[in-house]
């Protein structure tokens, strides 16, 4: 039972637009949500996290929207640029508590 | 500071061989995290250690996986009689630990297992 979805495996996008990750969870107990980028051979990364009592969190080029009641959430990136080209993870769980990873979504940004 | 490292980086083995892979997390996170990735796959979450609590196994895939962590330091995943279907990266992450708030983690490189 996949409890964090993203139903995109990938997406490409121009330099300087806007990419929009989605992700999708169906547990109600999780409060916490993370996005994570990683590039091949490499480990992922932390990118940036809400909290279940905000719908909107803003890092740089990086937003993370969250609707509670659709139990949805996704991340903005503005301008994109080719160094963005990585597979995104987004990440959900309740507080202090394990997270449960979607399956990701490869980013390509065209120069 | 030193981040969350892994060894071996890689590891080619025989269907049937036990492997022993190694994770030394951040100092001081409490929290640590076992990932296997097959190729085209997401994060396929394993085993969790926290604290002095029993970890929570409920990911592991089968009793040939175990895995040990030493107090708050090393841990130490072990794969039995490995299978063709067991080769992946196998990620660790520390994290710390905290009541009411999750705090992200943080991934060593993972080390590559390959089941001839």
């Known amino acids: 039972d996949q409890q964090v979805k993203q139903n995109s495996p990938s997406l490409s996008v121009q330099e300087g637009r806007i990419s929009i990750l989605n992700c999708d969870y169906t547990n109600s107990m999780f409060d916490y949500f993370l996005w994570y980028k990683k590039y091949p051979a490499e480990g992922p990364t932390f990118l940036i996290s809400?909290?279940?009592?905000?719908d909107k969190n803003e890092d740089g080029r990086f937003t993370v929207f969250l609707n509670k009641s659709a139990k949805h959430l996704s991340l903005h990136i503005v301008p994109s640029q080719p160094g963005d080209s990585a597979v995104y993870f987004c990440?959900?769980?309740?507080?202090?508590?394990?997270?449960?990873f979607g399956t990701g979504t490869k980013l390509q940004v065209i120069p | 500071g030193a981040g969350v490292s892994q060894s071996p980086s890689n590891k080619v083995t025989e269907k049937g061989k036990d492997v022993e892979l190694r994770c030394d997390p951040i100092s001081g996170h409490t929290a640590l995290y076992w990932y296997r990735q097959r190729l085209g796959q997401g994060l396929e979450f394993l085993i969790y250690f926290q604290g002095n609590s029993a970890p929570d196994k409920s990911g592991l895939p089968s009793d040939r996986f175990s895995a040990e962590r030493t107090g708050e330091s090393v841990s130490t995943l072990t794969i039995q009689r490995t299978q063709q279907e067991d080769s992946a990266v196998y990620l660790c992450?520390?994290?710390?630990?905290?009541?009411?708030?999750?705090?992200?983690?943080?991934f060593g490189p993972g080390t590559r297992l390959t089941v001839t």
């Open positions: 990440a959900a769980g309740p507080r202090a508590q394990k997270v449960t």
């Open positions: 809400i909290s279940s009592i905000k």
């Open positions: 992450a520390s994290s710390l630990a905290g009541t009411g708030v999750l705090y992200e983690q943080y």
